[in-house]
């Protein structure tokens, strides 16, 4: 028997890891400009803690969650989400009592949807997002949508669009409900499966709906706008008038309602194209919600959030050629000239990395060629030549193998070479990574 992965899951590493690590990177170093904090909630939760906020009617949650019995009979989930997480993570750590108002969380790691894999779609896949809880304002939904932009701003994208709608409060959405109902009635037998279960259930899915042919018939669909309540509709056209006074552009796309029950109010979307027009559709989506705190027994208290897919922005980004700045390679390679010098190469390799340089040297005696040929595959700025008579002499060679530059160093000036080689001035010598390891976040 072959070992392979398990459906819809991949394996990341090497590059793509690096990748999605300097994605993480850029997207907490953003958030931390707004002041949010980190939250790392289990992976797995009670089953209620989805069903109830998530929302019965939402695909996730009727088709597509990972939930089995654990050893003491209690239904468990892995994750399809965070909001729920984090918000039962709330009222249950009584954060929304203890903590200054509003809470600010930002997390990220792996989320699982037993959804139907195809490209771009996997069972398990990574999350990152935010959520602001605990004050109910048109500019915490604006400074949100302000965070979305600047952390795929700052990862390099530049063709962005912002649609927004709003699904307005839970009496508006009722109306709505029942005229969408009113709508799709006489049509729905010609609709798919899903379709026939939404009407039931919350006739608002409808409208997300992937299927062409029911794409079509909602096209015809009763609008949103129709049945906004005042308190709604003056919400709306505040977030909106905050959003343009900030310079971010928008469109108004009102067949926009989101695919999770929660939401209410204001629900956006960032789309990306391509510098050559390529539509990639939607990167992020996130919305406002009211009622979720209250349905873990919490206080009646908003958030607003918003979600993209790791697999997702790598991939767009890749198409883009937007990682050619990453820099994964290694500072230093430390090639020992014959067997002789193994042990003092080994040491030589350690205190460089001891000064902050990332280094790497061969366990055993290879011919040069090899080394270099090491060397190139790891993507090594410099390489460190050590053989028998240098060491006699208490010397090196360092080589820029980018220019093919050598010259000779004392090993006893390691750390001012190091230092002068890399652009550095400092002296602290404390070990800390230094920045050259990693191309800086732009
Ligand atoms: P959602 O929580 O459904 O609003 O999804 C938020 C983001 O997660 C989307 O914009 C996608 O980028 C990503 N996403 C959703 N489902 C999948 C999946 N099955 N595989 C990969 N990424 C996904």
Known sequence: MAYIAVKGMQDIYKDQAASFNYIEEVFKAVCNLYGYHEFRTPILEYTEVFDRSTGESSDIVRKEMYTFLDKGDRSVTMRPEFTAGVIRSVVENKLYATEDLPIKACYVGPVFRYDRPQLGRYRQFTQAGVECIGQDSARVDAETICLAIQILSMLGFENLTLKINTIGDAESRAKYREALKAYFE????????DCQQRIKLNPMRILDCKVEADQEIAKGAPKMKEFLSEASEKRFYETLSIIHDLGIEYEIDDSLVRGLDYYGEVVFEIHAKSKAGIDYGALLGGGHYDGMLKTFGGPEMAGVGFAFGLERVYSVMKDNDLFKELDNGLDVYVMPVGESVLDDVFELTSEIRTLGYSAETPFAALKLGSQFKKAEKRGAKFAIILGEDELAKGVAQMKNLK????????????????????GEDDDDGCGEPHEHSKEETK
Request: glycine content about 0%; aromatic content about 8%.
């Open 403 to 422: 220019t093919q530059e050598q010259k000779e160093f004392k090993l006893d000036q390691l750390e001012e070479t190091l230092d002068d080689a890399f």
């Open 186 to 193: 006489p049509k729905i037998s010609t609709m798919c499966e």
